[in-house]
């Protein structure tokens, strides 16, 4: 028989009510139940242990070594069984504390309106913040507490300082153009060196966390980093730049995914896969979130999934 059909939530709390006390009486009355419920109850959980539990003493009782043994199990299950209710039925209370996102370009038109999304749609109504910028002033704001949760790239070990990194998805970086670009018409093998010589070049700006990728990319195809690139971290930006005046835009997947899905943009024939790095959390060493931000982190995981 399974124990989830004979042990009850009424047996822990009989049972670490009496153990307080050392006494069925006080016990009963704290419950709100009587004194012949409470004696039944911990009757019921001796037998589901196959040892005695409580003994008499002089007038009153005290646990038996078994007892003992069972009361850290059962107030421990006890309180986290009660933390995880109040942890549930705070996720409802808008007046709760907000919970303030920094998303990366990558996730700030993907994942995480996903994840938002979701938590409404479940009913979630709890008040939450996106901030969207480059990695490094991201970082800054999470560590100073400003922050709950950073949402983007892996950073480079020495901004990972107090931080912690949770993965959920790989990604890469991609080279785009408009569905009109004269490089579309260019084959796989002259890209490269057809790729940076009479058009605009986008790239992400120096303090961003693809940079290091990108100046890869360029090395592994033997292209010289453009002198008169345009710096940008910013997709509005560099959609419309791109779109209008017939750039080449160097950027990560995620930030484009739609717009190579709809059309709007185009994908070049260029290998990219040693851009490939992960994308996840990054959070504050042993913070405590609160209950809406760790909604988050587990419905941006799911969504990942």
Known sequence: MLLSSQLKLRHLEVFVEVARRKSVTQAAERLGMTQPAVTRALRELEAICNKPLVEKDGRGIRLSAYGEMFRDYAGRSLALTRDGVKMLRALDEAEGPKVAIGALPTVSATVV?????????????????????????????????????????????????????????????????????????????????????????????????????????????????????????????????????????????????????????????????????????????EHQLSPAAARFCATLKDQCG
């Open 113 to 285: 309106p996903k994840a938002l999304a979701a938590i409404w749609e479940q009913g979630g109504r709890n008040r939450f913040s996106v901030l969207t910028g480059d990695n490094q002033h991201l970082l800054d704001l999470l560590r100073r507490g400003q922050l709950d949760v950073v949402v983007g790239r892996l950073p480079a070990p020495e901004n990972m300082v107090g931080l912690d990194f949770d993965p959920l998805f790989y990604e890469t970086v991609t080279v785009v153009v408009a569905p009109d670009h004269p490089l579309t018409t260019v084959s796989k093998a002259q890209l490269p060196q057809a790729l940076f010589g009479e058009f605009p070049v986008l790239i992400p700006a120096e303090a961003s966390i693809i940079r290091p990728a990108v100046e890869r990319l360029f090395l592994e195809h033997g292209i010289q980093m453009p002198m008169t690139a345009i710096e940008t971290v910013s997709s509005t930006f560099g959609r419309r730049f791109t779109l209008d005046h017939q750039a080449v835009w160097v950027i990560s997947h995620g930030v484009v995914a739609q717009d190579l899905a709809d059309g709007h943009l185009v994908r070049l024939p260029l290998d990219t896969g040693g851009t490939r790095g992960p994308v996840g959390l990054c959070l504050r060493t």
